[in-house]
């Protein structure tokens, strides 16, 4: 018998393509989270030039001085007063040292000012003492306007007074460290008063005790508070 074989026809061959691998899912950017404008001005505020710091019991001190009133005629400061503020320094030993206001009277140009204040503070800068001020009413007497003024205060290296940016020259917060700086213990505030009213009327105030005050002083402006 004559063997039959079935012809079998080669099976068509399916062009299959590849699976093209899936495209890996772009992770999402993290969303930023909204910048917070009152912890960056917070930030800016306490950046200081020197980090204040008290002891390891909590302690800090502040020396105040008030009222050198130093003017063209006495840009090298007297030697009593010189003598006070190196007495008060050795006496108090303190970690701060502030002056309060009428640093000076009617210093005029900028030269004299440097020269000046040179003197007022060169018994904090030998010994390395930080430093800040604040202005009075006779400060800007002699035609040098306060933000110039500090422009020239800031260029002593224990000068850390600030300029701050509401009403006013002078206006910031000094915060005194823990001993380890982890945290705040106090907070010193400096503030500037400003100086003679702008005002056309004047103040005028009768005491109980009959005394009459007439003044031209100006005040703290909200914003500051």
């Known amino acids: 018998e004559e063997a039959t074989e079935k012809a079998t026809e080669p099976k068509e061959e399916k062009d299959e393509k590849p699976e093209e691998p899936e495209e890996p899912e772009t992770p999402k950017a993290p969303e930023e989270e909204p910048i917070d404008e009152d912890e960056l001005l917070l930030e800016d505020l306490l950046e200081m030039k020197i980090d204040m710091r008290a002891d390891e019991e909590g302690n800090f001190k502040v020396l105040i001085l008030s009222?050198?009133?130093?003017?063209n005629s006495h840009i090298d400061i007297p030697e009593r007063v010189r003598a006070?503020?190196?007495t008060m320094v050795d006496r108090e030993q303190p970690d701060l040292v502030i002056f309060n206001g009428d640093n000076c009277h009617e210093i005029k140009g900028e030269e004299n000012l440097r020269e000046y204040l040179t003197n007022m503070t060169l018994?904090?800068?030998?010994?390395k003492i930080p430093w800040a001020h604040v202005y009075g009413n006779h400060d800007d007497v002699g035609g040098i306007s306060k933000k110039r003024q500090s422009?020239?205060?800031a260029q002593f290296k224990y000068c850390i007074s600030e300029v701050g940016s509401v009403s006013g020259v002078g206006n910031?917060?000094?915060p005194i460290y823990s001993h380890d700086g982890s945290k705040i213990l106090y907070n010193v505030w400096c503030l500037d008063s400003h100086g003679n009213s702008k005002l056309d009327d004047k103040i005028n105030v009768t005491l109980q005790n009959g005394v009459y005050f007439k003044g031209a002083y100006d005040h703290i402006k909200p914003d500051q508070i």
Do not use: W
Not at 123 to 127: H, P, R, T
């Open 172 to 174: 910031y917060v000094i």
């Open 123 to 127: 018994y904090l800068e030998q010994n």
């Open 67 to 71: 009222d050198i009133q130093g003017s």
């Open 84 to 86: 006070n503020i190196r």
């Open 151 to 153: 422009e020239i205060y």
